[in-house]
């Protein structure tokens, strides 16, 4: 759990920037899609039962992409609506253009964009944008996380008896029923929940401090890479369902303090959702 990752120097794009810089506009070009067309109609299809994608998603994408690939055309893609672009260059760019589409499609504003880069497994720069309360998630391997440029630390809470949980539920029905069957048994040993239908905004809220715990078992890249690196700048750490650290293709992740995530572990050794 306490592995490091020693953080490389990034090359910058065409035009001079910085990754972080690039990066940061290509998040703002979604977020004011997505902000603009928030209560507008849109057009929805299914993925699965309870996952959707709405014509708002692939227009964010498309603009996020074109970005991306003007500045940067060597480094590959990994994107949420789109086939993988590899290039061979060891980094790649990892995008969800609206995380939280239910929310979205719902008319509840919560939701956000993920724009991260990669290098191998590992995530090197990371921004989670939320446009509806303007709130920019930043951090570079090495140099902190930060919230609209003020920096940010992991909750210090130090007993699960005070702790605020944040989790998602995902689209696995059984996997989901296992969590909630957890999550019980840990009651009351917690003060409260919150389902946060954003796993990159519950990343970006527990390295914020938001929330104490954030925990999910069902996840794709594009839905951790920059919670991942907000939280472990932030002072914190990701694993998985059995305590190993994550990475970018990790599906489980608690995330936490380390203090935090060893009583979490204690608390919910021997649970179906730990074995699952």
């Known amino acids: ?11 910058p794009s065409r035009s001079g920037r910085t990754v972080l810089q690039v990066a940061e506009e290509a ?6 899609i997505i902000r603009e067309r928030f209560l507008t109609a849109k057009e929805i299809s299914f993925k699965g039962r309870a996952n959707i994608v709405t014509d708002v998603d692939v227009a964010s994408e498309r603009e996020i992409l074109g970005l991306l690939q003007a500045e940067y055309p060597e480094f590959g893609i990994l994107s949420e609506e789109s086939a993988p672009i590899e290039t061979g260059s060891p980094y ?3 995008i969800d253009p ?13 939701f956000c964009v993920v724009v991260a880069l ?35 630390q992991v909750s210090r809470q130090q007993e699960m008896g005070q702790c605020l949980l944040g989790f998602d539920l995902g689209y696995v029905d ?23 239908g954003s796993s990159a905004l519950g990343l970006a809220y527990a390295a914020a401090g938001r929330v104490d715990i954030y925990f999910h078992h069902a996840l794709a890249p594009w839905d951790v890479a920059s919670g991942l690196l907000l939280v472990r ?24 303090s380390p203090h935090l995530i060893a009583r979490f572990l204690a608390a919910t050794e021997g649970t179906e959702w730990r074995r699952g």
């Open 27 to 32: 998040a703002r070009i979604g977020g004011r």
């Open 233 to 256: 700048e932030a002072g914190g750490e990701v694993v998985d369902r059995q305590g190993r650290r994550s990475v970018l293709h990790t599906p489980s992740v608690i995330a936490a």
């Open 98 to 110: 609206l995380d939280g589409t239910r929310n979205y499609a719902s008319g509840i504003p919560h």
């Open 92 to 94: 790649a760019w990892v």
């Open 118 to 152: 990669a290098q191998g497994e590992e995530i090197v720069a990371g921004i989670t944008y939320d446009p509806m309360r303007e709130e920019l998630f930043t951090a570079q391997a090495g140099q902190g996380a930060f919230l609209n440029g003020n920096a940010l």
């Open 1 to 11: 759990m306490n592995q490091r990752f020693s953080p490389p120097s990034l090359p």
């Open 174 to 196: 059984e996997k989901a029923g296992l969590a909630i069957d957890m999550v019980r048994s840990l009651w009351p040993g917690f003060q409260s929940m919150r389902l946060m």
